[in-house]
């Protein structure tokens, strides 16, 4: 049975790999689980990564169902290929209502997320509008959870730094009450790196 915009919808359920040694076996939704279209490109860079960035979507809004975080994701890889003109949704992971991660361009790939930071960082998308509201305990931790595993690992640099999109470039991301949150992480920094997005390739 397909979902809106052809979703496999069992494929939410079914297709769900896991990352070895994360916290609680952090579920992972791979691209070909919410029926992601190819990148038009794809430009890596080396690792270990050294900025960790954390983003809402403000819209689309929050998902509570693997079906609507697959929509979701669609959506916004739309939004970013044919809207914005970009290669790929921008982000390297999101973060769904359901506790689940699911893949955007993953790691080491240049990403759209932060000008001037693309191609040294993981871009963490908390799919919904994170103004007002915390975003509910499971994807908080999914989304530590995830960071563990790049540590663990050696993807993401054990001394990164985290910080917030507004940060990086003018804007109101990732949510006021996101925002705050995220300054009680590990390795949160207070860093300031505003510039003219207009003025640089994001």
């Known amino acids: 049975m397909y979902g809106k915009g052809g979703v496999l919808i069992v494929a939410v359920l079914q297709i769900v790999s896991h990352f070895e040694g994360a916290s609680s076996c952090l579920p992972y939704i791979p691209r070909e689980a919410w029926d992601a279209k190819p990148p038009k490109s794809v430009e890596k860079f080396a690792g270990p990564i050294p900025y960790v960035i954390i983003h809402h979507s403000y819209q689309p809004g929050a998902c509570l ?109 990732p949510g006021e009450r996101l925002f705050k949150e995220i300054q009680t992480w590990p390795h949160y920094s207070s860093m300031l790196d505003v510039v003219d997005p207009n003025s640089i390739r994001t």
Request: hydrophobic content about 35%; overall charge negative; charged content about 20%.
């Open 65 to 173: 169902t693997g079906s609507e975080c697959c929509e979701a994701m669609l959506s916004m890889q739309k939004f970013h290929q044919q809207d914005r003109g970009w290669n790929d949704i921008g982000y390297s992971f999101a973060v769904g209502g359901d506790g689940r991660v699911y893949e955007g361009r993953g790691f080491n790939v240049v990403g759209a997320h932060a000008p001037r930071y693309n191609d040294k960082s993981v871009g963490i998308c908390m799919i919904g509008d994170w103004t007002v509201d915390l975003p509910p305990e499971n994807m908080i931790a999914a989304a530590q959870s995830l960071i563990e595993y790049g540590v663990r690992n050696n993807i993401i640099a054990s001394n990164y730094t985290l910080i917030g999109h507004r940060q990086v470039r003018p804007t109101e991301c």
